[in-house]
């Protein structure tokens, strides 16, 4: 038995983390759910987007699935996905970005695990108003998060057999910075000399990751590029729809789909749950359910190769209660 924390989310949260839960529960593993709720709606409740209740279930259980949750542009609240990793040290964020059988995509063969430091950099969110016509924002980057990011990624790769670790940075023009993120990943990476290391420049990483993301196999980055970098490659393998998404620290893991929240379909039963359901595969391999995680895994390959019974954005006509229930017959079937 697990105690999980389920954060909901807003938009399409709910119906997609439902479909999640249904899918995990198909597999046979028992989990106890302290649903919890951050963002919009818990605003609205209580007047504050990440109450603590929602950080101390996550620190009793040391783990969470998370819907997603709406985050305001250029004013309101604090990103919650921010403050979620400030608060619980979730320094690294690990998104693997694989080619899905029978997924159109702009490259089938992409295979690219991104580990992105998730706590500095200028989504520290130190800014200040000069004047009415200047704003100053701060890029904070230390030598522990760089040390503890870059680590993270060699061991990742050792663990799992891949091959190399690019880093990618831009001290080619911020020389203090990320001259100091470089700085670090190199004397990280002298640590594991069995492992291919080597370093781009983020402008041509881009590039290069558009024109031949075969070169690439794990990439360690800031925060600011990694995010953006996510983003590119999820659209390189067919969208965010179907990119999981995980939040680790020392302590404490997040696991969630990384796309927003959709309002504008929320409730009408077709969004696609691919996302967190490929999410909570990844934090049952975290808890030690990896017979559970595999089965899941291969469904999913599955229902996408077969092609019959997908959501609107993947080509389908199916709604989102429809592919949890194919996703639950192919799992017991493969029982």
Same mark, same amino acid.
């Given at each position: 038995?697990?105690?999980?924390?389920?954060?909901?989310?807003?938009?399409? %949260?709910?119906?997609?983390?439902?479909?999640?839960?249904?899918?995990?529960?198909?597999?046979?593993?028992?989990?106890?759910?302290?649903?919890?709720?951050?963002?919009?709606?818990?605003?609205?409740?209580?007047?504050?987007?990440?109450?603590?209740?929602?950080?101390?279930?996550?620190?009793?259980?040391?783990?969470?699935?998370?819907?997603?949750?709406?985050?305001?542009?250029?004013?309101?609240?604090?990103?919650?996905?921010?403050?979620?990793?400030?608060?619980?040290?979730?320094?690294?964020?690990?998104?693997?970005?694989?080619?899905?059988?029978?997924?159109?995509?702009?490259?089938?063969?992409?295979?690219?695990?991104?580990?992105?430091?998730?706590?500095?950099?200028?989504?520290?969110?130190?800014?200040?108003?000069?004047?009415?016509?200047?704003?100053?924002?701060?890029?904070?980057?230390?030598?522990?998060?760089?040390?503890?990011?870059?680590?993270?990624?060699?061991?990742?790769?050792?663990?799992?057999?891949?091959?190399?670790?690019?880093?990618?940075?831009?001290?080619?023009?911020?020389?203090?910075?990320?001259?100091?993120?470089?700085?670090?990943?190199?004397?990280?990476?002298?640590?594991?000399?069995?492992?291919?290391?080597?370093?781009?420049?983020?402008?041509?990483?881009?590039?290069?990751?558009?024109?031949?993301?075969?070169?690439?196999?794990?990439?360690?980055?800031?925060?600011?590029?990694?995010?953006?970098?996510?983003?590119?490659?999820?659209?390189?393998?067919? %969208?965010?729809?179907?990119?999981?998404?995980?939040?680790?620290?020392?302590?404490?893991?997040?696991?969630?789909?990384?796309?927003?929240?959709?309002?504008?379909?929320?409730?009408?039963?077709?969004?696609?749950?691919?996302?967190?359901?490929?999410?909570?595969?990844?934090?049952?391999?975290?808890?030690?359910?990896?017979?559970?995680?595999?089965?899941?895994?291969?469904?999913?390959?599955?229902?996408?190769?077969?092609?019959?019974?997908?959501?609107?954005?993947?080509?389908?006509?199916?709604?989102?209660?429809?592919?949890?229930?194919?996703?639950?017959?192919?799992?017991?079937?493969?029982?």
């Amino acid at each position: 038995m697990h105690n999980i924390t389920l954060i909901v989310g807003d938009g399409i %949260g709910k119906e997609i983390t439902k479909s999640a839960m249904a899918v995990i529960d198909s597999t046979g593993v028992k989990i106890v759910y302290d649903i919890m709720v951050a963002g919009e709606e818990a605003l609205l409740k209580c007047g504050n987007p990440l109450p603590d209740d929602v950080i101390n279930s996550i620190k009793k259980n040391k783990v969470a699935l998370k819907g997603p949750v709406t985050t305001q542009i250029g004013k309101g609240f604090k990103s919650v996905n921010v403050g979620l990793r400030q608060k619980l040290d979730l320094y690294a964020n690990i998104r693997p970005v694989k080619s899905m059988p029978g997924v159109k995509a702009i490259n089938d063969n992409v295979d690219i695990v991104i580990f992105r430091e998730n706590t500095e950099d200028l989504y520290a969110g130190i800014e200040e108003v000069v004047d009415e016509d200047e704003v100053h924002a701060i890029k904070v980057i230390t030598r522990k998060a760089s040390r503890d990011i870059a680590r993270a990624a060699f061991e990742y790769v050792k663990k799992n057999n891949r091959k190399k670790v690019t880093a990618i940075h831009k001290a080619n023009i911020m020389k203090l910075s990320d001259g100091l993120f470089i700085e670090e990943v190199r004397n990280v990476s002298k640590d594991y000399t069995d492992i291919k290391y080597d370093e781009m420049i983020v402008d041509n990483a881009c590039m290069k990751l558009v024109q031949n993301p075969e070169m690439f196999d794990c990439i360690v980055t800031e925060n600011l590029y990694g995010d953006i970098i996510s983003d590119l490659c999820a659209g390189l393998v067919g %969208g965010l729809g179907i990119v999981p998404g995980m939040n680790i620290g020392d302590e404490y893991a997040v696991f969630e789909a990384v796309h927003g929240s959709a309002p504008d379909i929320a409730g009408k039963n077709i969004a696609n749950p691919i996302a967190i359901i490929l999410s909570s595969v990844e934090m049952l391999k975290y808890i030690g359910e990896t017979d559970a995680a595999d089965l899941i895994q291969n469904a999913v390959f599955k229902l996408l190769d077969d092609g019959k019974v997908l959501t609107p954005d993947l080509g389908g006509t199916s709604n989102t209660d429809e592919l949890t229930a194919e996703l639950c017959n192919i799992i017991n079937t493969f029982k």
